[in-house]
Nanobody, 125 residues
Framework: QVQLVESGGGLVQTGGSLRLSCAASGRTFSSYVMGWFRQAPGKERKFVAAISRTDGVTHYTDSVQGRFTISRDNARNTVYLQMNSLQPEDTAVYYC??????????????????WGQGTQVTVSS
């Protein structure tokens, strides 16, 4: 079992920044592909960003490319999402997720086996 705990959400004005963190349990964190997803009210959960296990390969959805940065610290069992230039449309519950059997970065939610409880990000206009 892998437990994921997100933190760092909150209320920010348009153009502001937030840094989300996701702490994972377990001794094999470096073997997980990690991702961030978000779900706005009344909408489906959508992919935001993902990072490979050890070589730092990343992938972003187009709408956050250049504004968000995903990173990880395998020694601390933690993945981060630095969010800059936030816009009202970024408002959502953000979830981190772990894929325990993917070799490469994966964008599909069905390939992630463990999920955090989510953290609310609200961007005011």
């Amino acid at each position: 079992q892998v437990q994921l705990v997100e933190s760092g959400g909150g209320l920010v004005q348009t153009g502001g920044s937030l840094r989300l963190s996701c702490a994972a349990s377990g001794r094999t964190f470096s073997s997980y592909v990690m991702g961030w997803f978000r779900q706005a009210p009344g909408k489906e959960r959508k992919f935001v960003a993902a990072i490979s296990r050890t070589d730092g390969v990343t992938h972003y959805t187009d709408s956050v490319q250049g504004r968000f940065t995903i990173s990880r610290d395998n020694a601390r069992n933690t993945v981060y999402l630095q969010m800059n230039s936030l816009q009202p449309e970024d408002t959502a519950v953000y979830y981190c997720a772990a894929s325990t059997d993917s070799i490469f970065v994966t964008l599909s939610a069905v390939t992630y086996h463990y999920w955090g409880q989510g953290t609310q990000v609200t961007v005011s206009s």
